[in-house]
């Protein structure tokens, strides 16, 4: 079946480093890509997105890196800060609906 | 404030109870989804309705029923609660015809005792 994700359930990074959070998907169909982030107690919120013709897209401290031959995302962060611990999940658009990873929880340490 | 608003937050109940989780969005979109988040945070996709029609039902029990009285609203009612449906439940909407700009609601923690 379908499927999006890694079981890297945790990634602990220090203050100021830069984070990697990586991902794998199986649709190679797929033509758009999501991370988001989810906060304790909160719902996910949108960080960056991906379409497939695309190999890189830049935000602010943000990157996503999308490797279609491998079927490889990747979200770097960089100078991680401590609002940037949370859970990450990274999302395939599949039709009508999302389909999301099993999701990394990046724990940032001063 | 434009979100997407689910109540209860929390909601605690005994197995073999109904209960409900309302969920509305002031987005102006027109396609609204039910999604569960189990122990692990492992996401699924539940239901997902546009302008008040079924377009997605993923396998969920029967005992999930969720309602669209407009294109606004999306409830979920469950019946005969398990203690297997304790989970948080999010409902999220968007614009049918763009890929852009699911928003999330800030979940609906259900414990089933």
């Known amino acids: 079946g379908e499927s999006v994700g890694l079981h890297l359930p945790t990634l602990s990074v220090q203050e100021g480093d830069n984070s990697i959070i990586n991902c794998a998907y199986s649709?190679?169909?797929?033509?758009?890509f999501i991370w988001y982030k989810q906060e304790s107690g909160k719902g996910p919120q949108f960080i960056i997105d991906i379409r497939s013709n695309m190999d890189k897209r830049q935000g602010q401290r943000v990157t996503v890196l999308l490797n279609k031959t491998v079927k490889h995302l990747s979200l770097q962060i960089a100078a991680t800060q401590p609002g940037d611990s949370a859970v990450y999940f990274c999302?395939?658009?599949?039709?009508?609906?999302?389909?999301f990873g099993t999701g990394t929880r990046l724990q940032v340490f001063p | 404030d434009t979100a997407v608003s689910q109540t209860p937050k929390y909601l605690v109940t005994q197995m073999g109870n109904d209960k409900s989780i309302k969920c509305e969005q002031n987005l102006g979109h027109d396609t609204m989804y039910w999604y569960k988040q189990d122990s692990k945070k492992f996401l699924k996709i539940m239901f997902s309705y546009n302008n008040k029609e079924l377009i997605i039902n993923e396998t969920v029990p029967n005992r999930f029923s969720p309602k669209s009285p407009d294109k606004a609203h999306l409830n979920l009612h469950i019946n005969s609660l398990e203690l297997g449906d304790s989970a948080v439940y999010f409902c999220a909407s968007r614009f049918y015809y763009s890929n852009y700009g699911y928003t999330f609601g800030s979940g609906t923690r259900l414990t089933v005792v």
């Open positions: 999302a395939e658009v599949n039709t009508d609906k999302l389909i």
């Open positions: 649709n190679s169909a797929s033509d758009y």
